[in-house]
């Protein structure tokens, strides 16, 4: 839906009932979530979907648009409750349709452009391995609850927040599919205080990103009630971007 233009409407409910856990399972580490894997992208008459580079720009998969929308895409699976999957060559932007067939060399994942003949390649991986360390490094991206934002279609934005139920590491993720960016988005908090940017998507365009949009390094919520949270911040919130957020 983002790759139809600026104006296009951007339905972000399956986002959320997805974060939400829909499925009769007790707990969220019985699911897993993914963006690819073997069936949807495999080479045959009825494969169902591109790989994500080429999803997000069926025109271009090395695009901006296609390179930002796809860590955007790949950070939502890696703070979202459940057990991520990473389908193969997903995590360095390898736009191939998959076969089963070993004789398919066309088919085989581009390992030179990871070793640096693709830029966009060897920098969309050090986004990956970060947002790995991120959700090792932050337990609340590994727990159960969530609390999912009203949905901002209108802005193609949306957000959530982790925790550890009774010990709190709170941190908030916001994800926007805009194709501008926004430099004053007021976002719910679930606390007033100082939050520290721990993660930026932006940053890993061109890394290190010299242009990149984001708050310095942190922000001080103490606007008003927003969200059902009961503070607020206003935050720059970059094009086709995910921000993480942390106590």
Known sequence: QATRGADAQVDLSGVR???????????????YNCLENHDLVLDADDHREPRIAALADGSNPRS??????????????????GVPLVFMGQEF???????DNPHRADRLIWWDG???????????HRCTRDLIQLRRHH???RAEPITVYPLDDRARV??????VPGEGHDVVVVVSFAETTFNDYVLGFPA???WREIFNSDFYDHYPNDWVRGNQGGITAD???????????????????ALVFAR
């Not at 009932?17 to 969220?28: D, I, K």
């Not at 949306?158 to 925790?163: E, L, T, V």
Request: net charge positive.
């Open 223 to 241: 606007g008003p009630a927003r969200h059902g949270m009961p503070s607020s911040a206003r935050i720059t919130l970059p094009a086709n971007s």
């Open 93 to 99: 932007l390898e736009d191939k349709l998959w076969s």
């Open 139 to 141: 337990p609340a991206l």
């Open 192 to 194: 007033e205080g100082r």
């Open 158 to 163: 949306g957000a959530f927040q982790r925790w």
């Open 64 to 81: 901006w648009y296609a390179r930002s929308r796809a860590r955007a895409a790949m950070a939502l699976l890696l703070t979202a409750p």
């Open 17 to 31: 009932r997805g974060l939400q856990r829909p499925w009769n399972v007790p707990f969220a580490w019985q699911t």
């Open 114 to 124: 990871l070793e640096g003949e693709d830029r966009h390649m060897v920098d969309y």
